[in-house]
């Protein structure tokens, strides 16, 4: 290092003026040629750093390395290349591990956190910094002690100092600085490292980590406390937890003092991801909804490709169509798939075979045949009438039935999520809306006044001004009927779907993404007319032909043409709201005649399928009302004791009869026996 005469003017041990600087620095040098030369461009001549006393070479030392400090500039220190130089220390034996495994350097990168990580950086910053004073002259131990030293003084420039607090790692506003000890090991790390890998897996510090729920031993005595279908809270679980734990433990003091306090429990609770703090409590969809699961593309999908159709009960009263009564009733929905455009509905008394097919037929009479239909298995949308190989409506149709796992809501997504929308929102237009969100006290006195209203038509009673204000919020079927095609016609029109794609920085609706689909991927939809409509959808029977006859629903129908199948299965196709007349074909789907209805044995005229699952369907409900009518009476009767001693768990006062009395299970071996014996008591 050389300096001019000027840059060493009033430093200790030096004259204050040039001349008595110039002297001095000749008289040092003497005769020496390599302790003095000519400055370049200029007849000035420079003193190499020797010819300086020791006080004086100390302080330009110090103020060239500040210089270098402040002239370096910040890098990318992790995966910045250290000058390769010979290192006397050899890679640390976890250094060695991590070359002779490559995968345990990805894991220990990957499970640090981003503190560690600038922790990391900063001391390969502060490596490089030496480095950097070495290159310019300093040995290795002055550098070093060069930065520590200026950590602690805050001499050093704001860059370095800044890298040494977060260096240093330590909590405590009396710990400042780093020691020259710990930088002197951060150079070696990365004298001794080749990539920003292994710079940040040794440079990066430990923390402490917590325990994993599975080092915890006492957590396999709660967990069955906790992991209950009943679902008791984290207290409740502890205190069972807890006296379990007594009672196990009672003759080990030790143990008993080792118990864990609730608040610890609950500490550990917490560390638990949601799916295993929610195992033995749930189960079925609710605990499928907290595990992974995949998306379908339906991008890929044509329109029509796939239509999901499912049915809700709407959280609203009605006017029953034929008795007039507030009824719940049934909205079947049928979406399509790729473009979420709903393409069907119906409205229904209850979810049956003959309203999903209702829905089918609408959405297929305006928008075309799908090429598969996808649904759960309820009784309404999976039965022979829809999938029978021969006879079914979709097999004829060449549609693909796809059902759903039981219990398995989440499959169908896209009509679950539908099903909180449109029936929702119809519901909420009426008075009667007694779903999530109704002020309870307005369902029941709604309710009440309508229920009084109902009741004074049915004795003949004029209606007061509250009973006809009640009656008058009970919805007729077909201003529901309306309301349902209104929020139909909104849903696919006006609302913008999250699914779809954007234009403009907005969704599109269903009804412009389908449009704008088919003009791009061209119409290929089949579509049917009235009279394939009426045909696919007339249901079919397999009735066996006897000397001319068929028995289809109870109905029973002639040809002559059936005698030349006699004793042959065939396929009777009959209109669902028409049973005066069936359709016959041989089982290869050829036409063989129509049968018409002729001496009904059952009726007197003859009954459609609308009429016969209207019948079966008052007898079900009957037969529910007659086995709570069963349940009522026998709560009357007491307890059914015997004279040996039997007792069925249900003590009674009573009276007991003078004469013997038999036991009897059931009431039918009760009427059975006094219908033996004539007796007639009842």
């Known amino acids: 290092m050389f300096l001019s005469v000027n840059d060493l003017i009033g430093l200790p041990g030096m004259p204050g003026t040039a001349q008595g600087v110039r002297y001095l620095l000749n008289k040092s040098a003497g005769d020496v040629i390599e302790l003095k030369r000519k400055r370049e461009g200029s007849k000035a001549f420079e003193y190499h750093i020797d010819c300086l006393p020791a006080e004086a070479r100390e302080v330009v030392r110090q103020r060239h390395y500040q210089s270098v400090l402040e002239q370096s500039?910040?890098?990318?220190?992790?995966?910045?290349?250290?000058?390769?130089?010979?290192?006397?220390?050899?890679?640390?034996?976890?250094?060695?591990?991590?070359?002779?495994?490559?995968?345990?350097?990805?894991?220990?990168?990957?499970?640090?956190?981003?503190?560690?990580k600038q922790i990391a950086d900063a001391?390969?910053?502060?490596?490089?910094?030496?480095?950097?004073?070495?290159?310019?002259?300093?040995?290795?131990?002055?550098?070093?002690?060069?930065?520590?030293?200026?950590?602690?003084?805050?001499?050093?420039?704001?860059?370095?100092?800044?890298?040494?607090?977060?260096?240093?790692?330590?909590?405590?506003?009396?710990?400042?600085?780093?020691?020259?000890?710990?930088?002197?090991?951060?150079?070696?790390?990365?004298?001794?490292?080749?990539?920003?890998?292994?710079?940040?897996?040794?440079?990066?510090?430990?923390?402490?980590?917590?325990?994993?729920?599975?080092?915890?031993?006492?957590?396999?005595?709660?967990?069955?406390?906790?992991?209950?279908p009943n679902g008791p809270t984290l207290q409740a679980a502890y205190r069972s937890f807890e006296a379990e734990?007594?009672?196990?433990?009672?003759?080990?003091?030790?143990?008993?003092?080792?118990?864990?306090?609730?608040?610890?429990?609950?500490?550990?609770?917490?560390?638990?991801?949601?799916?295993?703090?929610?195992?033995?409590?749930?189960?079925?969809?609710?605990?499928?909804?907290?595990?992974?699961?995949?998306?379908?593309?339906?991008?890929?999908?044509?329109?029509?490709?796939?239509w999901i159709s499912d049915g809700k009960s709407?959280?609203?009263?009605?006017?029953?169509?034929?008795?007039?009564?507030?009824?719940?009733?049934?909205?079947?929905?049928?979406?399509?798939?790729?473009t979420r455009y709903v393409v069907g509905w119906s409205l229904s008394l209850a979810e049956s075979m003959l309203a999903v097919a209702d829905a089918y037929r609408y959405a297929m009479k305006h928008h075309g045949k799908p090429l598969f239909v996808y649904s759960d298995n309820?009784?309404?949308?999976?039965?022979?009438?829809?999938?029978?190989?021969?006879?079914?409506?979709?097999?004829?149709?060449?549609?693909?039935?796809?059902?759903?796992?039981?219990?398995?809501?989440?499959?169908?997504?896209?009509?679950?999520?539908?099903?909180?929308?449109?029936?929702?929102?119809?519901?909420?237009?009426?008075?009667?809306?007694?779903?999530?969100?109704?002020?309870?006290?307005?369902?029941?006195?709604?309710?009440?006044?309508?229920?009084?209203?109902?009741?004074?038509?049915?004795?003949?009673?004029?209606?007061?001004?509250?009973?006809?204000?009640?009656?008058?919020?009970?919805?007729?079927?077909?201003q529901l009927l309306d309301a349902i095609a209104i929020e139909v016609d909104a849903y696919n029109h006006s609302h913008e779907h999250s699914q779809l794609p954007k234009y403009n920085g907005r969704y599109l609706t269903p009804a412009q993404y389908r449009k704008a689909v088919l003009e791009a991927e061209g119409d290929e939809i089949e579509y049917l007319t009235e009279l394939e409509l009426r045909e696919v959808f007339m249901l079919e029977?397999?009735?066996?032909?006897?000397?001319?006859?068929?028995?289809?629903?109870?109905?029973?129908?002639?040809?002559?043409?059936?005698?030349?199948?006699?004793?042959?299965?065939?396929?009777?196709?009959?209109?669902?709201?028409?049973?005066?007349?069936?359709?016959v074909r041989r089982m290869d789907g050829s036409y063989l005649c129509t049968a018409v209805w002729n001496g009904n044995k059952v009726a007197a005229v003859p009954v459609s399928e609308m009429e016969k699952a209207q019948k079966e369907r008052t007898k079900r409900r009957l037969k529910r009302v007659e086995g709570k009518r069963e349940g009522i009476l026998a709560e009357g009767r007491g307890v059914l004791e015997h004279n040996d001693g039997f007792n069925m768990g249900i003590t009674i006062d009573a009276t007991p009869s003078e004469d013997e009395e038999h036991l009897f299970l059931f009431q039918a071996d009760r009427d059975e026996y006094l219908k033996k014996t004539g007796s007639g008591r009842a």
């Open 314 to 338: 709407l959280n609203m009263k009605v006017a029953h169509p034929v008795h007039g009564q507030p009824y719940t009733p049934e909205l079947t929905l049928i979406i399509d798939g790729r």
């Open 378 to 478: 309820g009784s309404g949308q999976a039965n022979l009438s829809f999938d029978d190989e021969i006879s079914g409506i979709f097999p004829r149709m060449g549609i693909r039935h796809m059902t759903g796992i039981p219990g398995n809501p989440q499959a169908r997504g896209i009509i679950e999520r539908l099903n909180g929308v449109i029936p929702l929102a119809i519901a909420q237009k009426f008075a009667t809306f007694n779903g999530t969100g109704a002020d309870a006290e307005h369902v029941r006195i709604t309710q009440r006044g309508i229920d009084s209203a109902i009741n004074a038509l049915k004795n003949g009673k004029a209606l007061n001004a509250i009973q006809q204000k009640a009656i008058g919020k009970l919805p007729s079927w077909q």
């Open 73 to 116: 500039t910040e890098v990318a220190v992790v995966d910045a290349p250290v000058a390769a130089r010979k290192s006397s220390v050899k890679p640390s034996q976890e250094l060695e591990l991590i070359r002779q495994c490559p995968a345990l350097l990805e894991r220990k990168v990957g499970t640090l956190t981003d503190k560690q």
């Open 541 to 583: 029977r397999k009735p066996t032909a006897s000397r001319g006859w068929i028995t289809v629903n109870s109905n029973e129908y002639f040809a002559e043409e059936l005698i030349n199948v006699d004793g042959e299965k065939v396929r009777a196709a009959f209109d669902m709201h028409d049973a005066r007349e069936v359709i």
């Open 123 to 228: 001391r390969a910053l502060l490596a490089q910094e030496v480095e950097t004073l070495i290159d310019a002259g300093a040995s290795r131990s002055r550098a070093v002690n060069l930065i520590a030293n200026g950590s602690r003084d805050g001499s050093l420039p704001e860059r370095v100092l800044i890298a040494a607090e977060v260096a240093n790692a330590r909590k405590g506003k009396t710990r400042t600085g780093i020691s020259v000890r710990c930088l002197q090991e951060w150079v070696t790390i990365c004298r001794s490292t080749e990539n920003g890998g292994e710079r940040l897996a040794l440079l990066a510090p430990g923390h402490l980590k917590a325990k994993v729920p599975e080092q915890i031993g006492w957590l396999v005595d709660f967990l069955p406390h906790w992991r209950s």
């Open 245 to 306: 734990w007594h009672t196990r433990y009672a003759d080990q003091p030790a143990m008993l003092a080792a118990i864990p306090s609730y608040h610890t429990v609950n500490r550990a609770m917490k560390k638990f991801p949601r799916r295993e703090l929610a195992r033995g409590r749930v189960s079925g969809s609710a605990a499928r909804a907290l595990e992974t699961y995949q998306k379908r593309g339906w991008s890929q999908m044509p329109v029509n490709g796939c």
